[in-house]
Nanobody, 124 residues
Framework: QVQLVESGGGLVQAGGSLRLSCAAS????????MGWFRQAPGKEREFVAAITKSGGTTYYADSVKGRFTISRDNAKNTVYLQMNSLKPEDTAVYFCAADPSITTVRFRGGIDYWGEGTLVTVSS
């Protein structure tokens, strides 16, 4: 049974930082591209960042480029999202996603696995 478990969310002031983690189990982690998505209240889920299986290439939404960094540790079956210079508009539930295809992760077309999400709240 595949599980993706996010952690690290919480309440932070604008300008602050948080580091999200997503621990994967039940799959061969190094064979999956990984991504982070977010969903704000009343809005659709949107792409945030993605990373290839080896970690050699990363992709970001324009809204987070230069502030967020995605990384992975294949030995620990974990993907991270370092979020700096947080803004109130970053407030959302953040979801981890896994799929063998980086294209699928980037464009959210039928992703194999999703986590349950972790809430990030940025106060002004």
């Amino acid at each position: 049974q595949v599980q993706l478990v996010e952690s690290g969310g919480g309440l932070v002031q604008a300008g602050g930082s948080l580091r999200l983690s997503c621990a994967a189990s039940g799959l061969t982690f190094s064979r999956y591209a990984m991504g982070w998505f977010r969903q704000a209240p009343g809005k659709e889920r949107e792409f945030v960042a993605a990373i290839t299986k080896s970690g050699g290439t990363t992709y970001y939404a324009d809204s987070v480029k230069g502030r967020f960094t995605i990384s992975r540790d294949n030995a620990k079956n974990t993907v991270y999202l370092q979020m700096n210079s947080l803004k109130p508009e970053d407030t959302a539930v953040y979801f981890c996603a896994a799929d063998p295809s980086i294209t699928t992760v980037r464009f959210r077309g039928g992703i194999d696995y999703w986590g349950e999400g972790t809430l990030v709240t940025v106060s002004s």
